[in-house]
Every structure is written in structure tokens, then in C-alpha cells.
């Protein structure tokens, strides 16, 4: 097997056991004689295997009763209308907090319900960083309070939630759930397209607070659209396969040991690719330092010419998927749960090898 030292910013890697596990038991799943997506998603083997990944999730998140979880299709693109679909009516403002494309594409569908005042915008400094609590204009009686967790284009990363005087956060971790543990508490929702963190594309997990279910109050919002349709139970056909994935990488964190585990691991495996960024001025960061994400490492060199000779080389020592987004340019090495320390540590060395004789 010749598997590549994957860096792609979604979708992105998968653990190599997750796969196994899922190429074993695909063509006859627990000796059923029928794959799982070949079944009734009302059948058995089908709701077990739903019910096994709420359950991990609730112990991964110590989610209480008072959480609905949720296995939804559209992507993160989806929530981006459905969330104010469902929170925001004329006359309400909501707070969104602008660290990024992402932010800025939830914003224009937030415009289309009610008010929205941008708390805060990097935009003038290319999204290169998050704010501060202090810098945050906030409303008084904002119906919640929209951030994105991790900014997976231009590569940083809130390192707490904001502070919003107990205001319901809702939040776009797309690229970094899971990734460390969060105060849930603080959260209305939590929503992640599942193909960077979590799984392959077709599922997003969204988790909503009931309390802030109960203050939706809007009559009308179309069926599948509206929250309710999908709160404790299972409305139309999920997306099966996705959710038996994620189950299985749920499984995985679990036995590596939860998300303090993969708090440590993604801290060590960032920092040893800052650290060569920080070494002296071949390489560059793009975020502030403040801001840099554990998930997506941006950097640039010197001129363009330098940087597509270090991806064309780069794919010679099977390191893939470096490319920056085109909106920022330069590398980007996506290093979320899955990447092994190895990769990073081959791309480290790469870069030392690059620097020494391009420097
Ligand atoms: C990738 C990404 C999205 C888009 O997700 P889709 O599932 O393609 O809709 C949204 N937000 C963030 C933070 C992302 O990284």
C-alpha cells in the first residue's frame, strides 16, 4: 500500500483503521449478507448504527438532554440559511462576527430574514486574524451570535469562543470539530460539514440547544428547512453512509483518547510546523500569531516562482494537497485529526531540505 502523505484542505484525510474497518465490513455488513447502505434506514442494522454515533457524540461533547443532535444533507452551506431561517425574523438583529469567506457567505444569507450587525471584519487585512473579546461590537439584544471556528481558507482559528454575555453562540466548526474540547454550554448551535474533521462529504452534524429551539417562534419555514422536522427523530432518509463513517471515526477519537487527547496532538503537530515557519524569514506565516490555526497552516515564500517549484517538488516526496486557497495563495498544509504526526514530520524535513537549497 503507497498511501500519500495527504494534506487536503477537505475533503480531507481519513484515518487509514476507519477505512479498513469500513472496506471489511462493507460488501456484507456483520454477516447481513447486504452493505449498509443497501438497507431500510429503519431497519436494525441501520438505526443502531445511528444511535451509536449520537450516543459518541454526546459522550465526546457531554452533550445533556438538553442537545439535539442532528445528521443533515446540504452541507455547511445548507445551515448558513437555515439557521436564521429558523432564528431570525424582521426587526431582530443577529451578531456575525467576519473572520473569513465562510462568515461572509453566512452573513448574505442571514440578510435575507433580518438585521445583521458584523461584530467584527478582518476583511481589510486579508481575514488574517480573530478578534479579541474587546473588539468585539456586539448588540444588546442580538438573537445569537455567529462565528466560524476555524477559518479553513485563510488559517486561523478562534482560541476560545468569543465572549457574548451569555448571548446563544452559533457556530461553523466545519474544519475544527472534535478537534478539542469546547464549552458547549455556551453554544445554540454547532454545525460542521462532516468532509474535513469528521468524515466523508453528504453529512453534517448540527447540534442544537432545545432552550434555543423553543425561542424559534417563526410559522413559516419550510418542512425540511425547519429544525423541528428533524429534532428527535429521523424525518426523511439520512445520509447513511456518512453517518456510518462518522460513527466509525467517532469510534477512533474515542479510543485514542477523546478530544483532550487530540488537543495535545494537534497543538505538538501545528507547532512543529510553525516552529520551522518561525525559524527565520524563508518561510512566512500568514495569520497572527494569535490567530494561528491548529488545522490549517499557511504560509508563504519568497515569490510565486519559489512557491510552485516547493509544490512541484513537494509531490516528489508524495506530499499532496499543499496548494494554498487561490484567495490567499502560497501553501496551506491541512493537518486535522486524521493527518499522522509522520506527514508532518515529512513535511517538516522537506522544508528544512527546501530552504537549504533555495535559501
Ligand atoms: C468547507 C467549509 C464550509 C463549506 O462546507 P460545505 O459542506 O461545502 O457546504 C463552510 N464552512 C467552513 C468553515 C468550511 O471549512
Known amino acids: 500500500m503507497n498511501r500519500i502523505h495527504n494534506f487536503s484542505a477537505g475533503p480531507a484525510i481519513l484515518p487509514l483503521e476507519v477505512l479498513q474497518k469500513a472496506q471489511e465490513e462493507f460488501v456484507d ?41 442532528m445528521f443533515l444533507q446540504g452541507g455547511a452551506s445548507t445551515q448558513f440559511l437555515m439557521a436564521p431561517y429558523n432564528f431570525l ?16 457567505k453566512a452573513i448574505k444569507e ?10 467584527f471584519t478582518s476583511a481589510d487585512s486579508n481575514f488574517h486574524r480573530v478578534p ?11 438573537k445569537f451570535v455567529h462565528f466560524t471556528s476555524n477559518n479553513t481558507i485563510f488559517g486561523t482559528q478562534f482560541p476560545l469562543e468569543p465572549e457574548t454575555n451569555g448571548v446563544p453562540l452559533v457556530c461553523d466548526a466545519s474544519s475544527d470539530f472534535l478537534s478539542r474540547p469546547i464549552d458547549i454550554s455556551k453554544y445554540g448551535i454547532i454545525y460542521a460539514g462532516a468532509q474535513k474533521n469528521l468524515g466523508p462529504a453528504g453529512v453534517t452534524v448540527v447540534i442544537v440547544n432545545k432552550q434555543f429551539l423553543a ?8 418542512t425540511m428547512m425547519n429544525y423541528n422536522t428533524h429534532a428527535g427523530k429521523m424525518f426523511n432518509t439520512p445520509p447513511v453512509f456518512g453517518v456510518y463513517m462518522v ?5 477512533w477519537i474515542q479510543e485514542k483518547g477523546g478530544l483532550d487527547y487530540f488537543k495535545t496532538f494537534n497543538e505538538e503537530k501545528a507547532g512543529l510546523l510553525y516552529n520551522e515557519i518561525d525559524a527565520d524569514d524563508f518561510y512566512r506565516g500568514t495569520a497572527e500569531e494569535r490567530s494561528r490555526s491548529n488545522m490549517n497552516v499557511c504560509f508563504r515564500l519568497g515569490n ?23 484567495s490567499v495563495g502560497g501553501i496551506r498544509a491541512s493537518i486535522y485529526n486524521a493527518c499522522p504526526r509522520e506527514s508532518v514530520v515529512a513535511l517538516v524535513d522537506f522544508m528544512k531540505d527546501f530552504r537549504s537549497k533555495n535559501g
Do not use: C, M
Open 29 to 69: 455488513y456483520k454477516g447481513t449478507g447486504t452493505s449498509i447502505i443497501e438497507k431500510s434506514h429503519r431497519g436494525a442494522d441501520y438505526v443502531e448504527v445511528d444511535a451509536k454515533a449520537r450516543e459518541r457524540l454526546v459522550q465526546l461533547l457531554g452533550l445533556g438532554d438538553d442537545f439535539e443532535v
Open 89 to 104: 425574523s424582521e426587526g431582530e438583529t443577529a451578531d456575525y462576527i467576519n473572520t473569513g469567506t465562510w462568515s461572509t
Open 110 to 119: 442571514a440578510k435575507r430574514f433580518g438585521n445583521v450587525n458584523e461584530a
Open 132 to 142: 479579541t473579546d474587546d473588539e468585539l461590537s456586539l448588540t444588546d439584544d442580538a
Open 215 to 222: 425561542t424559534s417562534n417563526k410559522s413559516d419555514i419550510p
Open 247 to 251: 460513527g466509525l471515526v467517532l469510534e
Open 304 to 326: 510565486e516562482d519559489l512557491e510552485a517549484k516547493f509544490l512541484t517538488e513537494a509531490k516528489a516526496y508524495h506530499l499532496d494537497a499543499l496548494k494554498g486557497h487561490r
